[in-house]
T-cell receptor, first 116, second 114 residues
Framework: AQSVTQPDIHITVSEGASLELRCNYSYGATPYLFWYVQSPGQGLQLLLKYFSGDTLVQGIKGFEAEFKRSQSSFNLRKPSVHWSDAAEYFCAVGGGSGGGADGLTFGKGTHLIIQP | GAVVSQHPSRVICKSGTSVKIECRSLDFQATTMFWYRQFPKQSLMLMATSNEGSKATYEQGVEKDKFLINHASLTLSTLTVTSAHPEDSSFYIC??????????FGPGTRLTVL
């Protein structure tokens, strides 16, 4: 069974500082990996995705993530956070081998707090 | 492109009534649609997978007689919560998948059962 672990429930970062959110996954085949952001009471916004190819992927809002197969990780990074980045961040894995026919499995999320 | 809508965005109902939530892919045909549930301050959990013209596949622990899913066309899937109770209050989110592997999410429907 596939699973996603986001080990940090809460992270507090000062505005302007760098950010790294951790994500580890378990999946039996080639995974499709996603990072989403969710503001309170809102739906999901896709930040970036990895299907294949270059393991460093660029997303929206200055975010990037690196796929490391040997570590089963897909950590999200941003060099300088803004107060508007405060939100809940979800890592998700999907069925790559099944052509994406499976639904996504989400991690429990990391709540990002930005200190002024 | 790749827009998914949900209707209604919010619904409040009395305990024991049924509620229908629609999920539409507006500019593409969705071979598969997924329904997720998100309780407050929790993550999204996949409830069921539906393919057009066939019965939905439910995840373990999801009551198929309580959460009726109909995927009548390539652009519309509906989730009906039958005999809703306060514990069914949640944020319900659908996603739709075209031939490409990336799913596109709807904005969600917040259900409150009194």
């Amino acid at each position: 069974a596939q699973s996603v672990t986001q080990p940090d429930i809460h992270i507090t970062v000062s505005e302007g500082a760098s950010l790294e959110l951790r994500c580890n996954y378990s999946y039996g085949a080639t995974p499709y990996l996603f990072w989403y952001v969710q503001s309170p009471g809102q739906g999901l916004q896709l930040l970036l995705k990895y299907f294949s190819g270059d393991t460093l992927v660029q997303g929206i809002k200055g975010f990037e993530a690196e796929f490391k197969r040997s570590q089963s990780s897909f950590n999200l990074r941003k060099p300088s956070v803004h107060w508007s980045d405060a939100a809940e961040y979800f890592c998700a894995v999907g069925g790559g081998s099944g052509g994406g026919a499976d639904g996504l499995t989400f991690g429990k999320g990391t709540h990002l707090i930005i200190q002024p | 492109g790749a827009v998914v809508s949900q209707h209604p965005s919010r619904v409040i109902c009395k305990s024991g009534t049924s509620v229908k939530i629609e999920c539409r892919s507006l500019d593409f045909q969705a071979t598969t649609m997924f329904w997720y549930r998100q309780f407050p301050k929790q993550s999204l959990m996949l409830m069921a997978t539906s393919n057009e013209g066939s019965k939905a596949t439910y995840e373990q622990g999801v009551e198929k007689d309580k959460f009726l899913i109909n995927h009548a066309s390539l652009t519309l899937s509906t989730l009906t919560v039958t005999s809703a109770h306060p514990e069914d209050s949640s944020f319900y989110i659908c996603s739709a998948r075209a031939p490409a592997p990336e799913p596109f999410f709807g904005p969600g429907t917040r259900l409150t059962v009194l």
